[in-house]
Nanobody, 127 residues
């Protein structure tokens, strides 16, 4: 059974930083691309970042480029999302997701290629 357990969310002031973690189990961690999505109140879920350890590729939504960084510790089956220069518009529930493919497909941020989701962790950025 695939399990994705996020942690690291919380309340932070604008301009601050947070690091989210996603501990994965139940599948071969480095055989699939893994990423982060977020959903703000009243808005659709959107892709934030996708990472393929086998390809060494990382992709980011335009809204977070230069501020967020995704990485992984394959020995611990954990993926991280380092978030810096946070803005109030980054407030959302952040979800870890594992894709069906080992690479980040062109439509990865649509969510259509996600095989499993985590339960989410709340990030709140105050102004």
């Amino acid at each position: 059974e695939v399990q994705l357990v996020e942690s690291g969310g919380g309340l932070v002031q604008a301009g601050g930083s947070l690091r989210l973690s996603c501990a994965a189990s139940g599948f071969t961690f480095d055989a699939y691309a893994i990423g982060w999505f977020r959903q703000a109140p009243g808005k659709e879920r959107e892709g934030v970042s996708c990472f393929s350890s086998s390809e060494g590729d990382a992709y980011y939504a335009d809204s977070v480029k230069g501020r967020f960084s995704i990485s992984s510790d394959n020995a611990k089956n954990t993926v991280f999302l380092q978030m810096s220069s946070l803005k109030p518009e980054d407030t959302a529930v952040y979800y870890c997701a594992v894709f069906w493919y080992y690479y980040c497909a062109g439509n990865a941020f649509s969510g259509k290629n996600v095989r499993d989701w985590g339960q989410g962790t709340q990030v709140t950025v105050s102004s």
